[in-house]
């Protein structure tokens, strides 16, 4: 059974960084990369960034492009979503989720498991 665990988020002023970490309890073969989504209130759950396990072709959207990185540690079935420059538009919770298929244009469409999700706060 897959639990994925988020933590590191907290509150920032804008301008700041955060670093959101993703552990996995383990990965099963049919999971092949983790996705990063958030979700503001009143507004619909977004991916914001992908990656897969067996190719360097992560996604990002174009809101986060060149602020997030998404970077994983095989060993500690970790992924790390590095945010710097956050905006207030950036606060919401985020989640991780594992998917038996990311791409590098658009989030993964087929989720297998979510994680519990970590609230970030930009305040200006």
């Known amino acids: 059974h897959v639990q994925l665990v988020e933590s590191g988020g907290g509150s920032v002023q804008a301008g700041g960084s955060l670093r959101l970490s993703c552990v996995a309890s383990?990965?099963?073969?049919?999971?092949?990369?983790v996705a990063w989504f958030r979700q503001a209130p009143g507004k619909e759950r977004e991916g914001i960034a992908s990656?897969?396990?067996?190719?360097?072709?992560?996604f990002y959207a174009d809101q986060v492009k060149g602020r997030f990185t998404v970077s994983r540690d095989s060993a500690q079935k970790t992924v790390y979503l590095h945010m710097n420059d956050l905006k207030p538009e950036d606060s919401a919770m985020y989640y991780c989720?594992?998917?038996?298929?990311?791409?590098?244009?658009?989030?993964?469409?087929?989720?297998?498991?979510w994680g519990q999700g970590t609230q970030v706060t930009v305040s200006s």
């Open positions: 989720a594992a998917s038996p298929l990311c791409f590098s244009t658009q989030p993964p469409q087929r989720i297998y498991v």
């Open positions: 383990v990965y099963p073969a049919k999971v092949n990369c």
């Open positions: 990656m897969p396990f067996t190719a360097h072709s992560p």
